[in-house]
């Protein structure tokens, strides 16, 4: 077989032309992981990274957007357009009025950011005092089943210019929706009645699955009081209008401060891959052969076995057709008194088979501006982020950046993973 051949045929056959052709030479190749071949090299999935800025707002002359994720649906014609949903942020964990802001030409640029008018603010009933119910953390997400965009997030307290901080009421999932003429719905309430989340249940910045059927694969987290909280797996409904539960599997626990947060579930080979946020300097991954129904969690760490040290901070699926990987943050020499080690953005690949990073792979994604051990004040924190599939040839990380001192000033980034061969996974 020509070298052509072999190049063009498919990911399997490749595979194990090359196991044949190394075995002849005594070298082993796994089966379980395959790789790109360049003669006798492995090539990495991943070919190039590239920064861009969105929104600038470095000087505090404009506007800081946080919480920037975006998703791909068909625009006109079926071409891919991205939608990205972002709000304002003007201190700790308080957010102006979510928006939206659509790129018809890949991410290039970006229309002026919109409202959206169901995950404004809205006053609680009942309350006198000012209390008023937001919105923040949420994900769009196409569904194309139904040709609807789902933007999930959950509830949130602020009364006057602050996150009311003592005073946040049961907090739950909410949800608006955009139809295929592009009108978004009210806002609504994803329901669970479970004494489990009565302090709190959510998908907070949670990456979801779309299943073939339509439903909607994703997890909660959850807890009666304000630690200890639990993560489970959720299959749900959707019909373009209304997301409802329909199972939820057994929890995952960890008993540490707040518990397992902000878990993110994606789908690669048979099986589908959690990752949860923890207050004990860890991250933890779990697998599922249904979504529900996960494994024993493990820490993350590398294929040596050292464990990474991460301070309560998400971490997010990067899933190639060939290959899954992680995008997260950790602690480093470079930057040991940035707070919880909010950058840079690294990533590495995944080894399936030993649910564990291949240090070898890892690779900054974003990296860290300023002094993160002399002068930690001067770097601008990206914990939170989010990772779109947005064509065969690239996927996105996009993140809003966070300088807390003199302002709340930064940039809305968009980090560029090229590959080095065609993500076969359908954008929608």
């Known amino acids: 077989m020509s070298r052509l051949q072999v190049d063009s045929a498919p990911t399997a056959q490749r595979v194990a032309l090359a196991a044949c052709w190394l075995a002849m030479f005594g070298v082993a190749v796994s089966a379980q992981e395959p790789k790109v071949l360049a003669g006798d090299v492995a090539q990495p999935l991943i070919a190039s990274i590239t920064k861009q800025v969105v929104w600038s707002n470095r ?66 009933p009942g309350r006198s005092d000012g209390l008023t119910a937001g919105v923040c953390d949420v994900t769009p997400q196409y569904h194309s089943p139904s040709g609807a965009i789902l933007a999930l997030g959950h509830v949130v307290f602020y009364k006057g210019d602050y996150f009311a901080r003592n005073e946040q009421l049961a907090r739950y999932p909410v949800y608006a929706t955009r139809d295929k003429a592009g009108v978004w719905s009210s806002r609504k309430i994803l329901a669970w009645d479970d004494p489990r989340g009565a302090h709190i249940y959510t998908n907070n910045c949670g990456q979801r699955v779309v299943l073939p059927d339509g439903d909607v694969q994703m997890s909660f987290t959850f807890g009666p009081g304000e630690n200890h909280r639990m993560v489970a797996g959720v299959r749900a409904a959707f019909d373009g209008e209304r997301l409802r539960v329909k199972q939820v599997g057994p929890p995952l626990e960890n008993r540490k401060g707040r518990g397992l947060l902000e878990p993110s579930v994606t789908r690669f080979g048979d099986k589908f891959w959690i990752t949860m946020r923890a207050e004990d300097n860890r991250g933890y991954v779990s697998a599922s052969s249904d979504g529900l129904n996960w494994s024993e969690k493990r820490a993350w760490a590398w294929d040596d ?23 997260y943050t950790r602690k480093d020499d470079s930057n040991t008194n940035v707070i919880r080690w909010r950058a840079p953005l690294w990533v590495a690949q995944v080894d399936p088979a030993r649910r564990c990073l291949l240090r070898s792979t890892e690779r900054v ?10 002068d ?19 996927s996105w990380v996009t993140v809003g950046e966070w300088l807390r001192d003199g302002g709340n000033r930064g940039d809305v980034l968009l980090a560029r993973i090229r590959w080095s061969r065609p993500n076969r996974l359908p954008l929608w």
């Open 59 to 124: 000087d505090g002359r404009g506007r800081t957007w946080f919480h920037p994720r975006a998703c791909m649906f068909p625009g006109e014609q079926g071409a891919p357009w991205a939608l990205m949903t972002l709000q304002e942020i003007g201190g700790s964990d308080y957010f102006g009025p979510v928006q939206w802001s659509i790129s018809k030409d890949l991410g290039k640029t970006w229309s002026d950011p919109a409202p959206i008018p169901a995950l404004d603010r809205d006053p609680v």
């Open 376 to 394: 930690p004040k001067s770097v601008a924190l990206m914990g939170n982020f989010n990772v779109t599939h947005a064509s065969p040839d690239e």
């Open 305 to 327: 076995g050292e464990p990474l040290e991460m301070s309560t901070t998400q971490q997010h699926w990067l899933t190639h057709s060939d290959g899954l990987f992680l995008v």
């Open 365 to 374: 994604v974003l990296p860290m501006s300023g002094d993160g051990v002399k």
